[in-house]
């Protein structure tokens, strides 16, 4: 009998349970897939700009701020573009007196699909669509030498030689 | 603290080519007048590879973290050729290495370079004081002064600049307390390359004194 009682209990109990799967205040989680943009802001030292002050600038006006933000600790921004308004987005990081500028194009489309580099000054901004990010090298760091960089670089070095060469060949005077 | 492009008005960063087109033009006057004005040309090529290098050397100044510039060693060491040296030094940082920029170049090159000649002419003033303090203590107490102070100045006028500078478009106090922190982090800075200079101009003058005489 005792027994009988304990599993009406457990049986009630269980229906309970089973009737309501929440408690009285429901939660729901809607979710969208976005095209959104994440940067990553790092100074040339890999250190990343924390709580960085993040100014984006929509293309049809470059002057007022479209959005506002910091980023991470890890120097991480995302934003969501208006895709009603296709152009070059402005993203400026700022720390500091020490920053960068990047411009991202965007497609009435949806995102480009090849990710912009920011090429930075003391501190560089990158920006990839998530989607792509898996795509791309983990690090962006070291970054790719432009030709202009790769030319002054072995200019440089050329000079360099011609230098020495002529400081050894001058003699005594 | 390279100003890099973009945090400038147009009007300063104009200003800072016609600053450092006049020291440019006044340094070489004054390289012009020495009586062998290539003689020192090796030496000055050596130190602005130095330049160059150096500011990708990072010191972390929690919470900051600092890279060294040589401003002020420059100016102790080469007289009136740190500012060519500085000059091109930047302009291959800026396109190297992305530390500044082509338009901020000059302001850069001045923020920098002025003070590298006033490093010079702390470092000169050793011979007034040749009664008062006894060698090698002078040398050293100058050097340290020009290095550090050259730095120092150089940090205020980035300083100066970056907060008369700040865009309406972002949080302007929370800008201003970073870069005061920042600059703050340049004293510990001051006594490294003070420190650093006093040591390289002892040992030159040690081994090969007529290297500091101009």
């Known amino acids: ?173 | 603290m390279h100003i890099p492009d973009g945090i400038l008005p147009a009007q300063v960063c104009v200003a800072g080519y016609a600053m450092t087109g006049l020291a440019t033009w006044y340094s070489l006057r004054q390289i012009n007048r020495k009586p062998d004005p290539t003689a020192e040309i090796p030496k000055a090529s050596l130190l602005t590879a130095a330049f160059f290098v150096a500011s990708s050397i990072y010191i972390p100044v929690p919470p900051a973290s600092v890279h060294l510039i040589l401003n002020g060693l420059l100016g102790v060491v080469l007289g009136y050729f740190a500012f060519p040296a500085i000059l091109i030094g930047l302009f291959f940082q800026a396109l190297v290495i992305g530390h500044g920029g082509l338009t901020t170049l000059g302001v850069n090159a001045a923020m920098m370079g002025v003070p590298a000649l006033l490093a010079y002419h702390i470092f000169q003033a050793r011979h007034s004081f040749s009664k008062v303090v006894m060698e090698p203590a002078r040398t050293a107490l100058f050097a340290f002064l020009g290095g550090a102070l050259g730095l120092g100045i150089a940090a205020l006028i980035f300083l100066t600049l970056v907060i008369l500078n700040i865009s309406a478009d972002i949080n302007a106090n929370t800008e201003r307390g970073l870069i005061l922190v920042l600059s703050a982090a340049h004293i510990p800075l001051m006594m490294v390359e003070g420190v650093f200079t006093a040591m390289l101009v002892l040992f030159l003058q040690r081994v090969k004194p007529e290297l500091l005489e101009s």
């Open chain 1, 1 to 173: 009998m005792r027994h009988r009682l304990i599993l009406l209990l457990l049986t009630t109990l269980g229906g309970i349970t089973w009737a309501t799967p929440g408690f009285s205040h429901g939660v729901s989680i809607q979710y969208q897939i976005l095209n959104s943009v994440e940067i990553q802001a790092r100074y040339d030292s890999g250190e990343p700009l924390k709580e960085a002050q993040v100014v984006i600038y929509a293309p049809e006006n470059p002057t007022e701020p479209w959005i506002t933000g910091t980023t991470d600790t890890e120097g991480y921004f995302v934003f969501t573009p208006d895709l009603a308004l296709p152009g070059t987005w402005e993203v400026a990081v700022r720390q500091a007196g020490h920053g960068e500028i990047v411009s991202i194009p965007v497609m009435a489309d949806g995102l480009t699909a090849n990710s912009a580099i920011g090429t930075g000054n003391e501190a560089s901004a990158d920006s990839s669509t998530p989607a792509s990010k898996a795509l791309d090298t983990p690090d962006l760091f070291p970054r790719e030498l432009s030709p202009v960089q790769r030319w002054l670089m072995i200019g440089a070095v050329i000079w360099g030689f011609v230098g020495t060469a002529l400081f050894f060949s001058r003699g005594k005077r």
